[in-house]
């Protein structure tokens, strides 16, 4: 085992290019999935200000809000945003395979975080990741490694194809029950009681402990992420000195901003007093939508669309919540909602089962890299 520095296996690829973008795939930070090293989306969309580059093979590091865990490796050559650091191996100093289990680690995750500057949009640079130092394996060891590493990530999307497959059958039994002349489509702000955005909090506004802040980064598509570990919160002091508004379980909240645009989730119980942030909005229901049904409709084709015509932006793409209250959703009755719902309960424990393997298979992985790539001073 030697003492390296990233910075002494890796480098910063800095090329760009300023001129037709025309066929060339794009990469953005919405298209990196959180704690997955394989690429699973893109665009080739020329309407953008993207310029960096990148090649087959090298690591996209999401270097903005590094705590939302986004690195994966370039399946071909294309440009990305700058808000992603491109990191190619040094092939005589690190096995390129195995780069990017690297990197896609927490203890890098955990000190990127903690060289993160930034209030509402924290970034690290690639000066303060280089010198993240490891103990790495000889090279023979670092292939078999490797190996093992990228044998246990695809059958983790296998399962995670499933998972998607299960997904596209709600979405299509959706529009087949409910894309009918016969259902009104009433707009989102029609539908609730309270329709409004989340609060405006500083980071100096932020602690350690208090009410909780629920930001766009809890908010999964279709679920609620409980990230405990990178909670933040706000005194009862502050809450009353800014009139923030409680959210309440059961609430739904739909994110503003990318990763995509206009995911939503149900507040679940048991998070205690809450606010939220303001690049999320706060959906609370009449009794004439039920919340599963409503997060069944974000799922499909019908509200993505939409939103899509809705964003706008250049580089950070959003919706307002002028916008979003516009959305118009099919309400048939409660009793055909709750068919629906029922259907979703179902498709739900297929998915479990099959998110639990994943876990499994990340808790293996997690292990495999803990005990042969070991941070220094994390013996």
Same mark, same amino acid.
């Given at each position: 085992?030697?003492?390296?520095?990233?910075?002494?296996?890796?480098? @910063?690829?800095?090329?760009?290019?300023?001129?037709?973008?025309?066929?060339?795939?794009?990469?953005?930070?919405?298209?990196?999935?959180?704690?997955?090293?394989?690429?699973?989306?893109?665009?080739?969309?020329?309407?953008?200000?993207? $310029? %960096?580059?990148?090649?087959?093979?090298?690591?996209?590091?999401?270097?903005?809000?590094?705590?939302?865990?986004?690195?994966?490796?370039?399946?071909?050559?294309?440009?990305?945003?700058?808000?992603?650091?491109?990191?190619?191996?040094?092939?005589?100093?690190?096995?390129?395979?195995?780069?990017?289990?690297?990197?896609?680690?927490?203890?890098?995750?955990?000190?990127?975080?903690?060289?993160?500057?930034?209030?509402?949009?924290?970034? #690290?640079?690639?000066?303060?990741? %280089?010198?993240?130092?490891?103990?790495?394996?000889?090279?023979?060891?670092?292939?078999?490694?490797?190996?093992?590493?990228?044998?246990?990530?695809?059958?983790?999307?296998?399962?995670?194809?499933?998972?998607?497959?299960?997904?596209?059958?709600?979405?299509?039994?959706?529009? @087949?029950?409910?894309?009918?002349?016969?259902?009104?489509? #009433?707009?989102? %702000?029609?539908?609730?009681?309270?329709?409004?955005?989340?609060?405006?909090?500083?980071?100096?506004?932020?602690?350690?402990?208090?009410?909780?802040?629920?930001?766009?980064?809890?908010?999964?598509?279709?679920?609620?992420?409980?990230?405990?570990?990178?909670?933040?919160?706000?005194?009862?002091?502050?809450?009353?000195?800014?009139?923030?508004?409680?959210?309440?379980?059961?609430?739904?909240?739909?994110?503003?901003?990318?990763?995509?645009?206009?995911?939503?989730?149900?507040?679940?119980?048991?998070?205690?007093?809450?606010? $939220?942030?303001?690049?999320?909005?706060?959906?609370?229901?009449?009794?004439?939508?039920?919340?599963?049904?409503?997060?069944?409709?974000?799922?499909?084709?019908?509200?993505?669309?939409?939103?899509?015509?809705?964003?706008?932006?250049?580089?950070?793409?959003?919706?307002?919540?002028?916008?979003?209250?516009?959305?118009?959703?099919?309400?048939?009755?409660?009793?055909?909602?709750?068919?629906?719902?029922?259907?979703? %309960?179902?498709?739900?424990?297929?998915?479990?089962?099959?998110?639990?393997?994943?876990?499994?298979?990340?808790?293996?992985?997690?292990?495999?890299?803990?005990?042969?790539?070991?941070? #220094?001073?994390?013996?």
């Amino acid at each position: 085992m030697a003492i390296v520095k990233l910075g002494d296996i890796a480098i @910063e690829a800095k090329s760009s290019n300023k001129g037709d973008k025309t066929g060339i795939r794009i990469v953005g930070l919405e298209h990196l999935t959180p704690l997955n090293v394989t690429l699973l989306s893109w665009s080739e969309d020329t309407e953008n200000t993207f $310029t %960096k580059e990148f090649s087959k093979g090298d690591v996209l590091f999401g270097r903005r809000r590094a705590y939302l865990k986004k690195a994966a490796v370039a399946p071909f050559d294309g440009i990305c945003s700058g808000d992603i650091t491109v990191i190619r191996a040094i092939e005589d100093k690190v096995d390129p395979d195995l780069l990017p289990f690297i990197i896609q680690n927490d203890f890098l995750f955990d000190f990127a975080v903690g060289k993160s500057a930034g209030s509402l949009s924290p970034r #690290v640079k690639w000066t303060h990741l %280089k010198e993240f130092a490891i103990e790495l394996p000889s090279m023979p060891e670092q292939s078999k490694l490797a190996e093992t590493l990228w044998s246990i990530n695809e059958t983790k999307n296998v399962y995670e194809e499933l998972i998607n497959k299960t997904d596209e059958l709600v979405k299509s039994q959706f529009i @087949e029950m409910f894309d009918r002349p016969e259902y009104e489509r #009433v707009k989102f %702000k029609k539908i609730s009681t309270l329709f409004a955005d989340g609060d405006w909090i500083e980071i100096k506004d932020q602690s350690n402990d208090g009410i909780r802040l629920v930001q766009t980064g809890n908010i999964g598509n279709g679920y609620y992420i409980d990230k405990e570990a990178h909670s933040r919160y706000v005194s009862e002091e502050t809450f009353l000195r800014l009139n923030c508004t409680e959210i309440l379980p059961g609430d739904i909240l739909i994110s503003r901003l990318p990763d995509p645009v206009g995911r939503g989730c149900i507040l679940p119980d048991g998070i205690g007093k809450a606010i $939220t942030a303001v690049d999320c909005t706060i959906v609370r229901l009449m009794d004439m939508v039920e919340p599963e049904y409503l997060i069944g409709f974000t799922q499909t084709d019908l509200y993505r669309s939409q939103i899509e015509s809705a964003k706008t932006g250049t580089t950070r793409k959003r919706i307002s919540r002028k916008n979003l209250e516009k959305v118009l959703i099919p309400v048939p009755p409660i009793e055909k909602q709750m068919v629906f719902v029922e259907l979703i %309960k179902e498709s739900d424990k297929s998915k479990f089962a099959l998110q639990e393997a994943i876990k499994d298979l990340d808790t293996l992985s997690k292990k495999i890299i803990a005990e042969n790539l070991i941070p #220094v001073g994390k013996e």
